[in-house]
């Protein structure tokens, strides 16, 4: 059984910086892309950064230079890095992957504000 736990929000100040970190289990965590998105009140779920198995990344445009995705094959964990954070920033941030279907984590909050 695939299962995705994310940790690692909290409120913070504008400028201010997080990392969140998702552990996967029930998969063979180095052979799969690995995705963040995020969710703000009234807002679509959007995609934030991707990271594939080789280690290749891409990210939104809005979050682009401040935020990094990384993984650690050996914990089975992604991780994703918040600089700059922005009140715009604000919103509940999902891991998931796609393995025939998408799996998704809980969600932690993130809250940017002063």
């Known amino acids: 059984q695939v299962r995705l736990v994310e940790s690692g929000g909290g409120l913070v100040q504008p400028g201010g910086s997080l990392r969140l970190s998702c552990a996967a289990s029930?998969?063979?965590?180095?052979?799969?892309?690995m995705n963040w998105y995020r969710q703000a009140p009234g807002k679509q779920r959007e995609l934030v950064a991707v990271?594939?198995?080789?280690?290749?990344?891409s990210y939104a445009d809005s979050v682009k230079g401040r935020f990094t995705i990384s993984r650690d094959n050996a914990k089975n964990t992604v991780y994703l890095q918040l600089n700059s954070l922005k009140p715009e920033d604000t919103a509940v941030y999902y891991c998931?992957?796609?393995?025939?279907?998408?799996?998704w984590g809980q969600g932690t909050q993130v809250t940017v504000s002063s």
């Open positions: 029930g998969i063979i965590f180095s052979r799969y892309a």
């Open positions: 990271i594939l198995s080789g280690g290749s990344t």
């Open positions: 998931n992957t796609w393995i025939g279907e998408n799996y």
